[in-house]
């Protein structure tokens, strides 16, 4: 059975960091500049990371700028743009290298405080000139300022018009946080949280009915508290909240095989795709199951209710499905 990893991330060169540490300390005052290593070297950066997907018997991952260096609250504007084209170009050249193994989702270079139509340019080449088969969305591009409106405000909508032109999907999530109050692990599952209640109070999908978004990390806290959503919408005597729910997708990374059978029971395994955001967070060995936290494939398998179709869906059919440009370049 084919495995597609939906949610993973860029394993580049120390070079690239670098660079946008120079970035950040001269604010751009040197131009544009490039990071300070070659092709083969972007190419090599990512050889422990194949090696590692082929262990937890992935087949395709969707790779994606690293959330948390994303540097979308740094002034000014233009050093986000430079550094999210230059990590956009990494991406590419690693999913050249491994047509098979990787598929580019783009970073956009979203700012805080600048309208989400400065992104625009940069996901169309991304789409129509790298082959990129989706986007990753922040949506907090003020680290932690919490000064953005929220996903279902029309302030997204040229960002959503040029998706659905595209006709690729968004992951939803974070990148870092400059809040203090926060760590940024607590601060994604917030934000992807703030993102799911508002969109479904929200005529974004009235608007878009082809509009298609994941949440990452299986959706913040909602599977979890949808109890409380669900009496709010029986008090109103509004449409069911697990309804609204189904227009949205979500993501397995999910290190607890509790909390992932509930994402499944919850949201429904035709609307979970698989991922496991490895090498990340999830690698670490846990010696009482003798695997990484996310080696998540026999976790899925280990759910006894699902059936063959509905693994299947999980695994691959889901992703075929969100990801038609991919589906289609097969």
């Known amino acids: 059975?084919?495995?597609i990893d939906v949610?993973?991330?860029?394993?580049?060169?120390l070079a690239l960091y670098a660079y946008q540490a120079q970035l950040i300390a001269s604010k751009g005052f040197h131009g544009k500049g490039r990071p300070a290593c070659s092709d083969e070297e972007v190419v090599d950066a990512a050889k422990p990371h194949v090696e590692l997907l082929r262990k937890l018997n992935v087949d395709t991952q969707f790779i994606s700028p690293r959330p948390f260096a994303m540097m979308h609250s740094q002034?000014?504007?233009?050093?986000?743009h430079w550094y999210t084209e230059h990590v956009n170009d990494m991406i590419h050249k690693q999913v050249t290298a491994y047509p098979d193994v990787f598929a580019g989702v783009a970073g956009l270079p979203q700012?805080?405080?600048?309208?989400?139509a400065n992104a625009v340019a940069e996901l169309e080449r991304c789409v129509t000139e790298l082959g990129f088969v989706g986007c990753v969305?922040?949506?907090?591009?003020?680290?932690?300022?919490?000064?953005s409106p929220p996903l279902g405000d029309e302030w997204w909508y040229p960002l959503y018009e040029k998706m659905v032109e595209l006709d690729v999907p968004a992951l939803i999530h974070t990148a870092a946080?400059?809040?203090?109050?926060?760590s940024y692990s607590n601060h994604f599952i917030t934000e992807e949280s703030i993102a799911i209640l508002s969109l479904v109070e929200s005529r974004v999908f009235t608007d878009f009915p082809g509009l298609k978004l994941i949440v990452a990390h299986g959706g913040g806290s909602i599977p979890y508290q949808i109890g409380r959503w669900r009496a709010q919408r029986l008090q109103k005597n509004a449409e069911r909240f697990d309804d609204s729910l189904r227009r949205l997708y979500f993501d397995t990374v999910l290190y607890s095989p509790e909390a992932l059978e509930l994402l499944l029971k919850v949201a429904g395994p035709d609307r979970c795709l698989f991922a496991t955001e490895a090498p990340g967070?999830?690698?670490g060995y846990d010696p009482e199951v003798g695997r990484t936290l996310d080696d998540l494939k026999p976790v899925v398998e280990g759910i006894g209710w699902l059936?063959?179709?509905?693994?299947?869906a999980v695994f691959h059919g889901n992703a075929r499905t969100v990801f038609s440009r991919w589906k289609a370049a097969r």
Not at 7 to 13: D, E, K, R, T, V
Not at 75 to 80: A, L
Not at 177 to 182: D, F
Not at 307 to 312: F, V, Y
């Open 1 to 3: 059975m084919q495995i």
């Open 7 to 13: 949610h993973g991330h860029i394993s580049a060169p």
């Open 75 to 80: 002034k000014p504007e233009r050093i986000v």
């Open 111 to 116: 700012s805080a405080g600048v309208s989400p």
């Open 137 to 147: 969305l922040n949506p907090d591009p003020g680290e932690g300022d919490y000064a």
């Open 177 to 182: 946080c400059a809040n203090p109050r926060e």
């Open 281 to 283: 967070i999830g690698s």
């Open 307 to 312: 059936t063959a179709e509905q693994r299947e």
